[in-house]
Structure formats: structure tokens, C-alpha cells
């Protein structure tokens, strides 16, 4: 039905002006912000009004990034806005709890944003682990480095005395290293110090550890072994390091170790007194002539 | 106070194992809120709405202080805490958790519940119907901080929000408790 250019009924017109209001909340830069009194009387429109009006100002809100906006109206439009609203302060908040350290959030939101944010925090978790690895690393060896061993030799002696277990101390130092360098050059000796890291790590049980201790020198931690177990292990590791052949530009050669075993508790109480104690039957070692494998407290 | 018959042990969830070898331990939402539903309706009727609402929330309350001793059992801190909710509470089929405002320190939180087992696709009803909610976050906040605290829905599915929102605060004393 149309009315052409004849007067409207009031009521058509009522309408009319009523969805005009309506349109400019939505719409207008500067939108009514009360409703004209005559129209008042259509009692509807005051909580439509109210509800566009709460629309209006939350869309206007999350397209200015500002997410603290409380909405207090109801219904479906308002209610999925305010949804968008939760998703973003969601990850507002796992976008602070990664900054302090979390990198276990990940979000579901966004689709490919949400591909690409959680590929950044796995590139992040990563790289955090790679400075992890390189800051408790000997970079030459491969071997972990002595500012994590006595980072975790108090908790390691703890766990030891509190399940009874013993804990064995190998300390190793590479015989005649100095020669190497001197005969063969740095790079020689760099190289046998790399292949003892290799070989060290490559022939411990799952749990025991091998440290760089010191220039040429290693320490070997074994969980649990007897003393005799210690030292089988000790000298199987002897044995076997001394038949690699190492090769380079500079040529072939063998090399050996002299190592001192004590073990806690059976020779000392602290991890302080079982490294001296190490120390000493490695100087013994030496003394007898090196390449061989002797116990704290012992000769031989 | 007369004997108890059925004082709550985690027990009485029984071994499902053993009694459902065939059926396992799922069923359809709509058989769990048609018992929250009914026993609602019936509840409200004898004792009024206020008295339900309380009592739902007391229930809830119970049901997350166990839920926390039960199935998280630990969490070592906070962003602990908060992420074994995030994987526990959808892979039981509860609800998907998220975080809006975080500052447990200051006793206020703001969480997020979408796809909520109690009322995600309920119809529009003009009030908040998660009660029992509002409670079992009380019972998991309670037993991971040991403090009390008041935890009410701000938005609802039944009013129109796609999303429940529900405003965490600390009491100062379990006195103050409601």
C-alpha cells in the first residue's frame, strides 16, 4: 500500500520516525540520545532504542580496540558483541600470561590468527629451549656444563640420601692432553674433548649425567650403582674411549683418561667431600701411571 | 541433626567399568539437565526460588571442592591451576573456560563459559540459570586458594549472551559467606 504524497496516518508516520531514530542510532555520527516525547507513548521503541543504543555503543567500543566497556543489555546481537568481547579479553589475558613465561597457552580463535599466534609461541617455546640447552651446555662437547652441575648437585645429592641410593662421582681428566696440543695442534685436542663428550653421552644409562668440569676434565654422575658397579662402569668406559681412533686433518690418534671414583655415601657425606675425594683418586690415578680407574680411599 | 542417608563420598559416583561395560560413562546433556530441570522445578515449588537457588549453589559449591579434590587433585600455582581447567573442563564436557581478568591477588576474577553443559541453548528466559555453576566455581576456587569466595553469573545464555560471564570475588571471611 502507498500513501503518495497524501498526509500520513499518525500512526504510519509514528513508525516512520520511530525507525528514522532507530537508523541514526545505528548509523549517525551523532545519534539521539533521548527519545522525542511524542514518540514515547509507542512503548516498544524505548527498550528497542535502549538495546540499539547498547549495540551501538559496545560495536563502537571493540572497533576502537577498547575491550573494558561492561554492556549491561540482553538479547542475541548484544550478546554474540559481548562473546567477541570475552573471546578478545581471553586472549588479552593468555597474550599477558605468555609475556610472563607461559607458553603452554594456545588460542582458539581467529582461525588463521590463531594458526599464526600459536606458531609464534611454539617458535618462542623453542627458542627459550634452545637457550635453555645452550645455557646449561658445554657448546664444545655437548656434554652439560658446570654451572648446571652444581645448579642441580644439591637436589641430586638430596634425592640420593633421601631414596638411599648411592650416587657415583667419575671424575675424568684426559692423560697427556697437553702433549696432544703440543704434538698435534688445538684443534686436535678440541676434537678429543668433543669425541669424549660424544662417547660420554652416548654409553650412560637413561638418568646419569656427564658434566665438563674443567679444561680437559669430566665428572660423571651414575644414580644407584654398588661401588664395584662404579667402577666397571668407570673402567668400561676407559676401555672403551681408548680404543676410538680419532682422526683429522692432523691425523690418528688414541686417547686416554685417568678417572677417580667415590661414591655417597660410602666415602663421603656431601657432593663437596665426594668431588674432593674424587679429585684425590684421580691425582692417585695419574700418580700410578695413568689410564686407569681407582676409588677414594683405595690405591688402586 | 538426623542420621544422613546419603552424606556425599566420592564413591557414590560408583565404578563405571564394572556397571556400564556396554553403555561406558557418557549420556546426552539433555538427560543431565532434564534431572537439573525437574529437580528444580520441584524444589522451587515446595520451597520457593530463593531457597532452590541457594540450595543449587550449596550443591555446586560441594560438587567443585570435590571435582578439584577428585579429578585436578593438584596444581602448583595459579597459571597451573588455570590451564589444567582449561584442558579438564571441556574433555569432561563442561563447558569451554576462559580467563578475562586475572588478579586472584586482589580477590577478582572474570571467567567465561561457552558451550555450558547447564544452559548453552537454553531458551531465552530474561535471567541467569547457572546457579549450580556459579557454585562448582566457588567449590574449585575455594579449594585451590583456600579462601572463600562469591562467584556470580553476569551473563547468561538465557539473556541473550552467546557466552556465560561470571564475576569471581574473595570474601573477606567465611563468615560473609552467602
Known amino acids: 500500500m502507498t500513501y503518495g504524497k497524501a498526509p500520513l496516518p499518525d500512526g504510519v508516520r509514528a513508525c516512520r520516525e520511530a525507525f528514522e531514530i532507530l537508523r541514526k542510532v545505528l548509523e549517525d555520527p551523532r545519534p539521539p540520545e533521548e527519545i522525542p516525547r511524542d514518540l514515547g507513548a509507542i512503548e516498544v521503541l524505548s527498550s528497542v532504542f535502549e538495546e540499539v543504543w547498547g549495540i551501538r555503543r559496545l560495536a563502537m567500543s571493540l572497533a576502537a580496540g577498547d575491550l573494558s566497556l561492561e554492556a549491561k543489555g540482553r538479547g542475541r546481537v548484544l550478546g554474540a558483541l559481548k562473546g567477541l568481547q570475552a573471546a578478545l579479553r581471553h586472549l588479552t589475558w593468555q597474550t599477558r600470561a605468555i609475556a610472563q613465561g607461559d607458553l603452554a597457552q594456545r588460542v582458539q580463535f581467529l582461525g588463521d590468527f590463531s594458526e599464526a599466534f600459536n606458531g609464534m609461541v611454539e617458535q618462542l617455546a623453542r627458542l627459550q629451549q634452545q637457550l635453555r640447552d645452550q645455557a646449561m651446555r658445554d657448546a664444545l662437547t655437548g656434554v652439560f656444563n658446570r654451572r648446571f652441575l652444581m645448579e642441580i648437585l644439591p637436589r641430586e645429592t638430596a634425592i640420593a640420601f633421601r631414596e638411599q641410593r ?63 658397579e662404579a667402577l666397571r662402569i668407570g673402567d668400561r668406559l676407559r676401555l672403551g674411549f681408548e680404543a676410538e681412533e680419532i682422526t683429522g686433518e692432523w691425523g690418528t690418534l688414541n686417547a686416554t683418561f685417568s678417572m677417580g671414583v667415590a661414591l655417597l655415601p660410602d666415602d663421603a657425606r656431601t657432593a663437596e667431600e665426594a668431588l674432593r675425594k674424587a679429585d684425590e683418586a684421580l691425582y692417585r690415578a695419574k700418580a700410578l701411571g695413568r689410564n686407569r680407574v681407582v676409588r677414594a680411599g683405595t690405591s688402586e | 541433626m538426623p542420621s544422613r542417608k546419603y552424606q556425599f563420598a566420592w564413591d557414590l559416583l560408583g565404578d563405571l567399568s564394572l556397571g556400564r561395560p556396554n553403555l561406558g560413562p557418557s549420556m546426552r546433556v539433555e538427560v543431565y539437565r ?91 528466559q530474561g535471567d541467569q540459570v547457572c546457579i549450580y555453576d556459579e557454585g562448582f566455581l566457588e567449590g574449585l576456587l575455594e579449594a585451590f586458594t583456600g579462601q572463600r569466595f562469591q562467584v556470580r553469573e553476569i551473563d547468561c545464555w538465557c539473556t541473550g549472551d552467546r557466552t556465560c560471564r561470571f564475576l569471581a570475588t574473595a570474601l573477606p571471611s567465611p563468615e560473609a559467606a552467602t
Open chain 2, 34 to 124: 532434564l534431572m537439573q530441570f525437574t529437580l528444580r522445578a520441584v524444589l522451587e515449588e515446595a520451597m520457593g526460588t530463593e531457597a532452590t537457588d541457594d540450595l543449587f549453589r550449596k550443591a555446586g559449591r560441594l560438587a567443585g571442592e570435590q571435582f578439584f579434590r577428585h579429578v585436578i587433585r593438584d596444581a602448583p600455582d595459579l597459571p597451573g591451576f588455570i590451564k589444567v581447567l582449561q584442558e579438564t573442563l571441556p574433555a569432561q564436557g563442561i563447558g569451554v573456560l576462559r580467563v578475562e581478568e586475572e588478579k586472584l591477588a586482589a580477590g577478582r576474577m572474570v571467567l567465561t563459559v561457552s558451550e555450558d553443559l547447564d544452559c548453552s541453548g537454553l531458551p531465552e
Open chain 1, 166 to 228: 648411592p650416587l657415583a662421582f667419575l671424575l675424568l681428566d684426559v692423560d697427556h692432553f697437553k702433549n696432544v696440543n703440543d704434538r698435534f695442534g688445538h684443534q686436535a685436542g678440541d676434537q678429543v674433548l668433543a669425541r669424549l663428550g660424544r662417547f660420554l653421552t652416548g654409553h650412560l644409562r637413561t638418568g646419569d649425567l656427564a658434566f665438563r668440569y674443567g679444561g680437559e676434565e669430566f665428572l660423571v654422575l651414575l644414580h644407584g650403582p654398588a661401588a664395584s
